[in-house]
């Protein structure tokens, strides 16, 4: 089953957050009386740490909502028949991401680890938008790219054509699945377990650094990129746009 959070009192919406479990936490959409969740699991990247987070994903969530279904992100017979199951609803968000594969120079790094981040993530978000080509979405698309799409920094090649692919999809998606609205939010670097390649001391090093180098003085958290989500899913007249979530990374 899907997840259902119940929040009585709150204005209905029906959402799917379609959320890769290893990396990103649950998106709880505040002002969502209808907010249905999918744990993802990506098969190119599936390994040991990603099964262990999926399960303990899966183990919180039983407590707190109706349920929880766990599905394989790149099985495109799987993504149909979830949809299918699902039926109409009026706002999807992707936020898949294969962690840290194809990190690293780009003559250093394998074509397996490129052709990685391609499938778990860019290709990934194309399952769930051609599944919904019957217009079962009725409102909102909103995506997950981020800041390396429009950044020049060295070893970021891989993640920079994938991210820069999602955003440059997002206008034409727009136009062509309108009146569905289609967004993205891209961040900068988040405290999330994206990092966990990363030993603990190096990671906080590389946040402190991160930080320093922003006008807002800080890097973002979980809860900044759900903030996004939520504005871009209420935001009506918001359409082929891509929301910044970085602290000024992209302009400083």
Same mark, same amino acid.
């Given at each position: 089953?899907?997840?259902?959070?119940?929040q009585?009192?709150?204005?209905?919406?029906?959402?799917?957050?379609?959320v890769?479990?290893?990396?990103?936490?649950?998106?709880?959409?505040?002002?969502c009386?209808a907010?249905?969740t =999918?744990?993802?699991?990506?098969?190119?990247?599936?390994?040991?740490?990603?099964?262990?987070?999926?399960?303990?994903?899966?183990? =919180?969530?039983? /407590? &707190?909502v109706?349920?929880?279904?766990?599905?394989?992100?790149?099985?495109?017979d799987?993504?149909?028949?979830f949809?299918?199951?699902?039926?109409?609803?009026?706002?999807?968000?992707?936020?898949?991401?294969p962690?840290?594969?194809?990190?690293g120079?780009? &003559?250093?790094?394998?074509?397996?680890?490129?052709?990685?981040?391609?499938? =778990?993530?860019?290709f990934?978000?194309?399952?769930?938008?051609?599944?919904?080509r019957?217009?079962?979405?009725?409102?909102?698309?909103?995506?997950?790219?981020a800041?390396?799409?429009?950044?020049?920094?060295p /070893?970021?090649?891989?993640?920079?054509?994938?991210?820069g692919?999602?955003?440059?999809?997002?206008?034409?998606?727009?136009?062509?699945?309108?009146?569905?609205?289609?967004?993205?939010?891209?961040?900068?670097?988040?405290?999330?377990?994206?990092?966990?390649?990363l030993?603990?001391?190096?990671?906080?090093?590389?946040?402190?650094?991160?930080?320093?180098?922003?006008?807002? /003085?800080?890097?973002?958290?979980?809860?900044?990129?759900?903030?996004?989500?939520?504005?871009?899913?209420?935001?009506?007249?918001?359409?082929?746009?891509?929301?910044?979530?970085?602290?000024?990374?992209?302009?400083?």
């Amino acid at each position: 089953m899907p997840v259902l959070l119940a929040q009585p009192g709150v204005t209905a919406f029906r959402t799917v957050s379609i959320v890769f479990s290893a990396t990103w936490p649950t998106f709880w959409m505040r002002g969502c009386l209808a907010c249905w969740t =999918a744990i993802v699991r990506s098969t190119p990247v599936a390994h040991s740490a990603c099964s262990r987070a999926a399960g303990r994903r899966v183990a =919180a969530l039983a /407590g &707190r909502v109706a349920g929880v279904e766990q599905l394989d992100g790149a099985d495109r017979d799987a993504v149909a028949a979830f949809l299918e199951r699902f039926g109409p609803f009026e706002h999807l968000v992707l936020a898949f991401s294969p962690g840290a594969a194809g990190l690293g120079p780009i &003559r250093e790094i394998s074509l397996d680890d490129v052709e990685t981040a391609f499938t =778990a993530k860019l290709f990934a978000y194309i399952h769930y938008i051609h599944a919904i080509r019957e217009a079962k979405v009725t409102e909102s698309i909103t995506m997950i790219s981020a800041a390396s799409a429009r950044a020049a920094l060295p /070893g970021t090649v891989t993640l920079a054509a994938v991210n820069g692919a999602i955003e440059r999809i997002v206008s034409p998606l727009a136009a062509e699945l309108a009146p569905v609205r289609v967004n993205a939010v891209a961040p900068g670097v988040v405290d999330t377990a994206w990092w966990s390649f990363l030993p603990e001391d190096q990671r906080r090093a590389q946040f402190d650094a991160a930080a320093s180098s922003v006008p807002a /003085g800080r890097i973002a958290s979980a809860a900044d990129v759900a903030d996004a989500i939520e504005y871009l899913i209420g935001a009506r007249l918001v359409t082929g746009s891509i929301l910044p979530v970085d602290g000024g990374f992209t302009v400083a």
